[in-house]
């Protein structure tokens, strides 16, 4: 079955800097990919997501860059700010969105 | 607004106890999925539904059950609970295909 992994788990940036998040994924057939957010206290809410057949997409401080050869995808965040601080999780889906495999999180803490 | 509410935010039971923690979405979604959330380990699906009374199980299902009589509710029940299924759990539901709604989580601890 897929199989995501996520790094760093841990990911401390200064306020204005970008920060990155990579993940990879084994099931070549996944076509999906969304990023979550998850503040302390609440569920993760969707920030960018991307098809397999794009291989980037940005949403203004946001973008998101899929390589479906080497099968890994990976958040840029820039102009870091203290409210991007928060639990980020990678996902992969074969079905659209029907069902997901999630890495395993990474804590990004932007420092003022 | 899209809204995916959990009955508790916190709740304290004792090993052996049965356990209730239910979900309502107020989207007219037909699919509903039940998490765990544990640190290093991201979220795990325990059970997901397409529709009402019909149920799947996800990667971990082993001592939990669901039910879902109304298409806007989805139940996990753990019939017995233990120590290791303290944990964060959480519940989203999806009208079909592409992203996934989440509450807001219960932290459910087991003594």
């Known amino acids: 079955g897929e199989n995501v992994e996520q790094h760093p788990s841990t990911l401390s940036v200064q306020e204005g800097d970008s920060a990155v998040i990579k993940c990879t994924y084994s099931?070549?057939?996944?076509?999906?990919f969304p990023w979550y957010k998850q503040e302390l206290g609440k569920g993760p809410q969707l920030i960018i997501d991307?098809?397999?057949?794009?291989g980037e997409k940005k949403d203004q401080r946001i973008a998101v860059t899929l390589n479906k050869t080497a099968k890994h995808f990976s958040l840029h965040i820039t102009e870091t700010q203290p409210e991007d601080s928060a639990v980020y999780f990678c996902?992969?889906?074969?079905?659209?969105?029907?069902?997901?495999?999630f890495g395993p999180g990474t804590r990004l803490s932007v420092l003022p | 607004d899209v809204k995916v509410t959990q009955s508790s935010r916190y709740l304290v039971k004792r090993t052996g106890e049965k356990v209730f923690l239910e979900c309502v979405q107020d989207m007219d979604h037909e699919n509903m999925f039940w998490y765990r959330q544990d640190p290093g380990l991201g979220l795990r699906l325990i059970y997901f539904?397409?529709?009402?009374?019909?149920?799947e199980k996800g990667d971990i299902p082993e001592g939990y059950s669901v039910s879902r009589e109304k298409k806007e509710r989805f139940s996990l029940i753990l019939e017995s609970a233990s120590t290791n299924q303290t944990s964060m759990y959480l519940c989203?539901?999806?009208?079909?295909?592409?992203?996934?709604?989440f509450g807001p989580g219960t932290r459910l601890t087991v003594t």
């Open positions: 996902a992969a889906s074969i079905d659209y969105g029907q069902n997901f495999v």
């Open positions: 989203a539901s999806t009208g079909g295909v592409y992203e996934q709604y």
């Open positions: 991307i098809r397999s057949n794009v």
């Open positions: 539904s397409y529709d009402v009374k019909m149920k």
């Open positions: 099931d070549s057939a996944s076509n999906y």
